[in-house]
């Protein structure tokens, strides 16, 4: 028995399906117990009502008869209408009777209160008006005989009283659903043998089948009243609940479940956002994003295999960039030996082809340079990234940067006119250094790629930060824009040799804006006809990160 229990244990814990099923099937149980219990619940509140109003009449008829009985002969008037009635009838104190607070209040407010789990049957209770006395009937069953007594004795008791006097006690028996109505003219719905035992003082009761009810009539004679044919009904059967009170319960448990499922399978979903929101900040470059594993279930193996991928990941992305770190460092000391080399040639002949030939080995050598302080700024921006480092952002003038970068270009490319236009007080939060190496690195890229002009623009709004850095060059076709922001890539090998470009500048700058959460595009400048590379920075982004 343990080893199966442990057995299901073990698959509801590991299977997300086997719970989600489980789950539904049992929110499916429980509506359907909701629904029964609800259906039971209404049907029992209609029936204590239509019991309530059924009794009603009949107390209020007895409690007004008790009272104008002398408190001395009540006893044995009660004895003498219960053994007419068949029906215990009998008078108590509110204290003597154990009742609970509210049904206390709905005797004070002039309710009835029927009971049914009584041991002698039904138990009815009323309020005796201006008096702490309750009428208290007891009675196994209502018959035909006792619904003739209890006609009879309402005939005599509005026997003696005018049109007035009757109409009045006739409207405060019918304020339950029970109608009773006063009528100068005999029933139409009689014939003429009921109307004779009418008049000779007997109570005709009268079926209503296709309503499963009855109607009982009575004659009242009397010399000073013209009101004298009593009618009482149609009085209905208990009727179950109605098809469209029963669609509403129905419709009500069915929101009920489509609650629960949606919390069942919210939970679900949240874990799986989780997992989505992981993996998107992976790919965002934060390399030590893990997602927490709540259960063995097949979402929690998810969990941990995910996890198991991102550090294997990021621990292959640390190899990879110091390798390239280690690399780059030791092409340090070689190429550092050839330059003192070179050097000494220079020194030791004055051939002028010997001269022109080490110049242009001197040059390559500080290409190779630049190449390998490209390949450093690239492998420690990756490394940086892979280890979860933050950047230490300030706020940054950005038309003040841009005027930094100008004056540390224009010299070399004098050939070139280089402005800053757009808003002047445009202000990012960033990280001062890695922002202008970015910008710097798209101006040298436009200045290689420029015939005559290149112009920084600045724009700024609510949502973001704009720099944009436009040329009159022959632009980048569209099939490529993507292609250029990979390390390395080279549209035109020999014009980016000639123009000085390693590969790697604009792959720098798309790391740099990924780790600033924003963004790098490129697309053709609309006023000089040539690239446009923008710098895109969100203002939420900047604000986080300050």
């Known amino acids: 028995m343990d080893a199966i229990r442990g057995l299901f244990r073990r698959l509801f814990a590991e299977s997300t399906f086997l719970r989600v099923y489980v789950l539904m099937a049992l929110a499916l149980l429980l509506t359907l117990v909701l629904v029964l219990a609800g259906y039971t619940l209404v049907d029992q509140v209609r029936r204590e009502h239509y019991r309530e109003q059924l009794a009603d009449p009949p107390m209020t008829m007895l409690v007004q008869q008790v009272v104008t009985v002398p408190a001395e002969e009540r006893r044995q008037w009660l004895s003498e209408q219960s053994e007419r009635l068949d029906i215990g009838l009998d008078v108590s104190s509110a204290d003597a009777l154990s009742l609970g607070y509210f049904e206390r209040e709905r005797l004070k407010k002039g309710q ?13 209770h009323k309020r005796m008006p201006d008096d702490d006395g309750i009428l208290v009937a007891s009675l196994n069953s209502l018959n035909e005989q006792q619904l003739r007594e209890l006609a009879e004795m309402l ?44 008049q000779e003082g007997d109570v005709i009761i009268r079926l209503h089948p296709e309503r499963r009810g009855l109607s009982l009539y009575a004659y009242l004679p009397s010399e000073t009243a013209s009101l004298q044919w009593l009618r009482i009904g149609p009085i209905d059967a208990f009727e179950p609940m109605p098809l469209s009170l029963l669609v509403m319960l129905l419709l009500v448990m069915l929101a009920v479940l489509a609650g629960t499922i949606y919390l069942i399978i919210r939970g679900v979903e949240a874990r799986m956002a989780r997992l989505e929101l992981a993996a998107t900040r992976i790919a965002g470059g934060h390399l030590d994003t893990r997602v927490k594993v709540e259960s063995g279930d097949f979402l929690g193996r998810l969990g941990m295999a995910f996890n198991g991928m991102a550090s294997q990941v990021q621990s292959l992305l640390r190899a990879q960039q110091e390798m390239i770190r280690a690399v780059s460092h030791e092409l340090r000391t070689p190429v550092a030996r050839i330059r003192f080399a070179v050097q000494m040639v220079e020194d030791m002949t004055g051939d002028t082809s ?152 604009l792959s720098i700058v798309h790391k740099i804006m990924a780790w600033h959460g924003g963004s790098v595009l490129v697309d053709d400048s609309p006023e000089l006809g040539g690239a446009r590379f923008s710098l895109l920075l969100p203002v939420h982004a900047q604000t986080s990160s300050a």
């Open 354 to 505: 010997v001269q022109r030939q080490l110049k242009g080995i001197d040059s390559d050598i500080d290409e190779l340079d630049g190449l390998i302080d490209e390949i450093l700024t690239y492998a420690r921006l990756g490394s940086d990234q892979a280890h979860g480092i933050v950047l230490d952002t300030e706020p940054l003038e950005c038309r003040a940067m841009a005027e930094r970068v100008v004056d540390a270009l224009a010299g070399l490319h004098a050939h070139l006119t280089l402005s800053i236009a757009g808003d002047s007080d445009v202000e990012a939060v960033a990280e001062p250094r890695y922002l202008q190496r970015a910008l710097q690195n798209l101006v040298a890229n436009a200045c290689r790629h420029a015939r005559s002009q290149v112009v920084i623009r600045l724009y700024g709004d609510q949502r973001a930060i704009r720099l944009d850095v436009e040329d009159d060059g022959p632009g980048v076709p569209e099939g490529d824009r993507l292609e250029v922001f990979k390390p390395f890539a080279r549209l035109d090998d020999s014009r980016t040799r000639r123009s000085g470009g390693y590969g790697l500048g």
């Open 155 to 198: 005939g005599e008791w509005l026997g003696t009283d005018d049109d007035t006097t009757r109409r009045d006690r006739v409207s405060e028996l019918s304020r339950s659903s029970i109608d009773i109505d006063l009528g100068e003219q005999p029933p139409n719905d009689i014939d003429e043998r009921q109307l004779m035992r009418l």
């Open 112 to 124: 009835v209160l029927v009971n049914t789990d009584a041991p002698q049957g039904w138990r009815l």
